[in-house]
């Protein structure tokens, strides 16, 4: 068995070629290894279309991230189906924000983000997402994937403590193939809905592993009011057309189950486990698969990895208590020298 993977990750080493960022909805080589994988079936339709714009279902398989230039870059593998389907992504990258959305955040895509948020309406009814309990919002960025001429139209809003805030509607594109999509803001995007792998369909425990494709966002650190440095933690789901739907396609992992609907009724501190993944932003721990801490992915870290094999801790790159494939797929990936 051993031998077997090393003679593959050879010969995958050995026909790598270096890569370069692009906004493509590609998760290339300089993003390093995969930071979380999700472990739950898709109750928003299995893609199945195979085309990089037009898709029908919806799924997060895992993120890569990486903090580079003045920018925070997220790859979302997975499909943003075309029936105006949301990508709702929220960060906490300074102290404030939001645990409990508001209801009177920045009017944007139609109300959208306050439809999430405490309904004004009901005075006596304290409502609005609640993200876990050290996890505070301080931007949203929101994607909508719709047709019947396909089209990615692109929103975000900061999230002041107090209410209100900045941001706005920033400009439509469309798929990957056409080449990034950026915007005057600094915002940028990629989408690739070509996927037929990932997360099978149902509410069940399922694996997101060994997804390259799916959403890449490009967001500038100046857009964050009050960050300097720090890493950011990130809530990322899919979203009812309306957001008015919230699906089980949650990264991190919720563990299985099936959509969790209403949003504003949603508190994620009563599931088990962070609903968000942390994106580092020091030198070395951008670069998880470097077992050895040398500075880069190489032969010694590839055979840290496989003599603990089924174990834990060593080689167990996205930490989900045993050292497996997934772990494997990573470090091939991450193979060379570290991002800096």
């Not at 209801?103 to 309904?119: A, E, I, S």
Request: proline share 4%.
């Amino acid at each position: 068995m051993r031998n077997a993977l090393m003679f593959a990750a050879a010969m995958a080493v050995a026909s790598a070629a270096q890569a370069q960022v692009t906004l493509d909805g590609v998760a290339d080589k300089s993003y390093g290894a995969i930071l979380v994988v999700s472990n739950t079936q898709t109750a928003f339709g299995d893609a199945n279309l195979g085309s990089i714009d037009f898709t029908n279902g919806s799924e997060l398989n895992g993120a890569f991230a990486k903090i580079e230039d003045g920018f925070l870059y997220l790859m979302l593998t997975g499909n943003l189906e075309s029936n105006y389907n949301k990508l709702e992504i929220f960060l906490d990258a300074v102290d404030g924000g939001q645990n409990q959305l508001r209801g009177d955040n920045l009017d944007v895509d139609f109300n959208g983000l306050n439809r999430m948020g405490d309904d004004l309406g009901t005075p006596k009814v304290v409502e609005g997402l609640t993200f876990d309990a050290d996890f505070s919002a301080d931007m949203w960025v929101s994607l909508t994937c719709g047709g019947p001429t396909f089209a990615v139209y692109f929103n975000y809003a900061t999230l002041p403590t107090g209410g209100a805030g900045t941001g706005g509607y920033q400009g439509t594109g469309g798929a990957g193939a056409a080449g990034a999509t950026t915007f005057k803001s600094g915002f940028g995007y990629g989408l690739d809905n070509s996927n037929v792998a990932g997360v099978p369909g149902g509410c069940e425990i399922g694996d997101g592993a060994g997804v390259s494709t799916g959403i890449e966002v490009r967001i500038p650190l100046s857009a964050i009011p009050g960050y300097t440095e720090g890493d950011i933690k990130v809530c990322a789901f899919i979203n009812g057309g309306g957001h008015d739907y919230l699906s089980n396609q949650v990264l991190a992992p919720l563990g299985g189950g099936c959509n969790l609907a209403e949003p504003r009724l949603v508190n994620f501190e009563n599931i088990p486990g962070s609903q968000y993944f942390v994106v580092p932003n020091s030198g070395g721990s951008n670069c998880p698969a470097d077992i050895d801490g040398n500075g880069s992915v190489d032969a010694a870290d590839l055979s840290g990895l496989l003599g603990n094999w089924g174990g834990s801790g060593t080689g167990d790159i996205d930490g989900n208590g045993s050292v497996d494939a997934a772990d494997l797929s990573s470090l091939l990936g991450a193979w060379g020298d570290c991002p800096v």
